[in-house]
Structure formats: structure tokens, C-alpha cells
């Protein structure tokens, strides 16, 4: 018997942070204590009337049968009084709103509902790889809009060239931004929305980090703006919100024939969420946010503290107002791996190559602020010890 996978897994890239796990693996095995700034998952608990929530009914025969595909009405409403709270966006939870196992299965999926064989669909670079991968599962040709800090790591939409916008069939964006922890103004949107409708394009805006936002920013919707109902769908995570990355569970919202398509393709691929967690997401959506102000405290002063050493180090980085990473450029003399594996080996701590989210990624390395303060401190004391980066004149 020969067991041969499909083409289309040779179509992703291989798969850079295979060899970190291992390298990872090496260190822990020779005793060392890791500090993992690696991952977006965050440390701090889910909040307890969440918890209390899933308590209360998960015994409840009721919620052990199989869920509504497209999820409970009651939590599509709640989806829906959420957004109008938030944004001031009114939405029809029955056609307009569609509940998700996480909002990656939605990211992943919602490509099989629009993207044919040949179409292009407009990626950002830096970005999150579920797009690229969507894309290729689904017989869709990338082109890669490279995220720039000259531009804000906002794409230059003048900068697709013509006949790239002809053949687009999807754009995604994504802002608040992993990993650049970029935030885009009102007048980007606009200009997204107006691009994607002149070309025939769908705008799927993933907003997995709006909520996790300091100094008073509030990250707009894509939806609060002129013409995004009749091209834009937006995915939703409760994930970073709530503290909620194990629970699977998100929502996409918008234009109604898009959250269609979605649903028919997840009534044909999954079984939807487990009731109690919608009950348990319900909860989260309508309760206090009096948990998520605190934990956006906790990640602020996580950054300031953060953005301070790193500088101290000599690593250059922006201050940013949203999300829980910072995106800060490798010393001179090193590429993102290059730099991400050496201080790896020699200090114990990891952090993400910036190359893993894509050629544009270069240059740059993700700190994830998912660790207490204490442990970001000693991170960055390791890494001054081990003398990695030499002076002020490591910047590239
Ligand atoms: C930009 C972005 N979108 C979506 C997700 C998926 O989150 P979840 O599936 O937990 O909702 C992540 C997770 O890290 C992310 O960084």
C-alpha cells in the first residue's frame, strides 16, 4: 500500500516553525526554563461568569444533541446586540450572522463558499497564515499585499496592479493587525470598501484583536461604513476577547449571501458549537466588560513595560495601540530566523520569526505579551545577558 496525500498539502510552505518546536524541544530537554513569547494565547483566565455559564448547562440534556448548524438564534441575537452595543451596527441574526468554532474554522471554511479554481485572492503579507492556506486549498492564486512600515503596515491598494484587481475574487484584511499589531483609520476602510466594491471584490475582515485595545483606541468595524453590506464579511472570536482561545467559539457577520454561503458550506463540513458554550458565549456577550478593561490594563502595562527594555536592548519597535504582540525589527546582521533561533538556544526564550507569516514578515520578529510581567522581564534580562545584540548601532 502506498498512501499518497493529496497535492494540494505540497501547496503550503513548509512549515518554518516545525524546526523552532524542535529547537524548543532541545532546550527544554537540557533543562532549561523556556519563557514562551511565541504564541497569542492568553494567560489570564476566562472571566468567571463565563465559566459559571458553561456550569449551568452543561448538564442539561438539552444542549447534549447535536447544535444548530448555524448556531442557537438566541446567540446570533446576542451576536447582533453585541455589534449594535460596540459599533453601532444593526445586524439581522437570522440572515446576517453565523456562529463559528473559533473564528479560524470560519476563515478557513468561508473560501470553499467563494474562492474558484483560478481566482486570485489578495492576502496580506505579514499575515495570518489561515488566509494563504484557505486560499490554496481551494485552488486560489495568492497575490500578497506586503504590509510596510513606511505605510503604516497598511497595504498600498494603488499599488495591485490592474489586471491583479480584474481577476480578484476576495481580499483580507485584518485590523487590529496580527502580527504587526498595526490599527487602520476610518479613511483606510473607506478606501478598502470602495476599492473592493469598483472591482467586484469580497472584503472578509477578520477583527479577531478589536477589543484588546489601549490608551482609549476602540477599533472600528468594517461594517459601520457606507457600502460594506453589499461586500464585506467580518469574523469574530470571543478567543482573545474573553480569554476564550480553548473554547472555540466566534461568529462571522455580513453581507447576508456571504454568511449564506458559509453556513451552507459548515452545514455540509461541521455540526456547529456545543450549545453550552454558545450559553457560556451568550453570557460573555451581554455580560460586564468590566473583565476585559482590566485584562487590557494587565497587556498595557505588559507593553510599556516591554517596548521600554526591548529599546533598551537596541531593538527598535512602535508603541502599539492594540493587540498583545509587539512587532519589532531584528539587529543588523541577522534575519528573523537567524536572530529568533539564536536567542532561542542561548537565552531559552522564544519568539516568532517574522518570515513565518510571510516574505514581507522579514526583518522583524513577534514578542506575544501573554506572560506575566516577571517573565517578560526575565526574558529580556536573558537576553541582555547573552549579549545578542550589540549596542545602539544594531539597528538594520
Ligand atoms: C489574526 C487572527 N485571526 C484569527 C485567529 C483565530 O482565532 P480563533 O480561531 O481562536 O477565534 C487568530 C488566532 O491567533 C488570529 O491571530
Redesign the pocket.
Known amino acids: 500500500m502506498q498512501i499518497n496525500l493529496a497535492s494540494r498539502l505540497k501547496l503550503l510552505p513548509p512549515y518554518l516553525f516545525a524546526e523552532l518546536d524542535r529547537l524548543k524541544r532541545e532546550v527544554q530537554q537540557k533543562g532549561v526554563d523556556v519563557i514562551s513569547l511565541g504564541i497569542?494565547d492568553p494567560d489570564l483566565p476566562t472571566p468567571p461568569h463565563i465559566v459559571a455559564a458553561l456550569q449551568r448547562t452543561a448538564g442539561d440534556p438539552v444542549n447534549h444533541r447535536y447544535p444548530d448548524y448555524q448556531g442557537l438564534d438566541r446567540f446570533r441575537e446576542a451576536a447582533a446586540r453585541w455589534y449594535k452595543r460596540r459599533f453601532g451596527v444593526t445586524l439581522d441574526p437570522a440572515r446576517e450572522a453565523c456562529a463559528?468554532i473559533?473564528?479560524?474554522?470560519g476563515?478557513a471554511n468561508f473560501p470553499v463558499a467563494v474562492v474558484d479554481p483560478g481566482d486570485i485572492v489578495l492576502i496580506p503579507s505579514p499575515g495570518?497564515p489561515?488566509y494563504y492556506s484557505g486560499c490554496v486549498f481551494n485552488g486560489g492564486e495568492a497575490y500578497f499585499m506586503p504590509l510596510r512600515k513606511e505605510n503604516g503596515f497598511i497595504p498600498d491598494l494603488g499599488a495591485i496592479p490592474a489586471e491583479v484587481a480584474r481577476r480578484a475574487k476576495l481580499m483580507w484584511l485584518?485590523y487590529p493587525?496580527?502580527p504587526t499589531a498595526a490599527t487602520a483609520e476610518p479613511e483606510f476602510f473607506r478606501r478598502a470598501i470602495k476599492f473592493c466594491l469598483d472591482h467586484n471584490i469580497i472584503l472578509a475582515h477578520?477583527i479577531?484583536?478589536s477589543e484588546i485595545a489601549f490608551d482609549g483606541y476602540r477599533a472600528p468595524s468594517m461594517l459601520e461604513f457606507e457600502g460594506a453590506r453589499d461586500c464585506v464579511i467580518e469574523?469574530h472570536?470571543?478567543?482573545?476577547t474573553y480569554s476564550m482561545?480553548g473554547w472555540?467559539v466566534?461568529f462571522a457577520v455580513g453581507n447576508a449571501k456571504l454568511v449564506g454561503g458559509l453556513g451552507t458550506v459548515k452545514t455540509n463540513i461541521d455540526s456547529g458549537v456545543f450549545q453550552a458554550v454558545q450559553e457560556a458565549a451568550i453570557a460573555a456577550l451581554d455580560g460586564s466588560d468590566d473583565k476585559l478593561r482590566e485584562y487590557c490594563a494587565v497587556y498595557q502595562r505588559r507593553r510599556d513595560l516591554m517596548v521600554d527594555a526591548l529599546r533598551a536592548l537596541g531593538l527598535e519597535c512602535e508603541v502599539p495601540r492594540a493587540t498583545f504582540y509587539l512587532w519589532a525589527q531584528v539587529p543588523r546582521g541577522y534575519t528573523s530566523v537567524s536572530f529568533t533561533e539564536r536567542v532561542l538556544k542561548e537565552t531559552g526564550v522564544v519568539i516568532t520569526p517574522g518570515s513565518g507569516f510571510g516574505s514581507s514578515g522579514e526583518g522583524y520578529v513577534r514578542f506575544s505579551l501573554t506572560v506575566p510581567s516577571e517573565r517578560l522581564q526575565e526574558a529580556v534580562a536573558r537576553i541582555k545577558a547573552a549579549k545578542i545584540i550589540c549596542g545602539a548601532v544594531a539597528f538594520r
Open positions: 497569542g463559528l473559533g473564528s479560524k474554522e476563515i495570518y489561515v485584518n493587525n496580527n477578520d479577531a484583536y469574523f472570536s470571543l478567543s482573545k482561545t472555540r466566534g
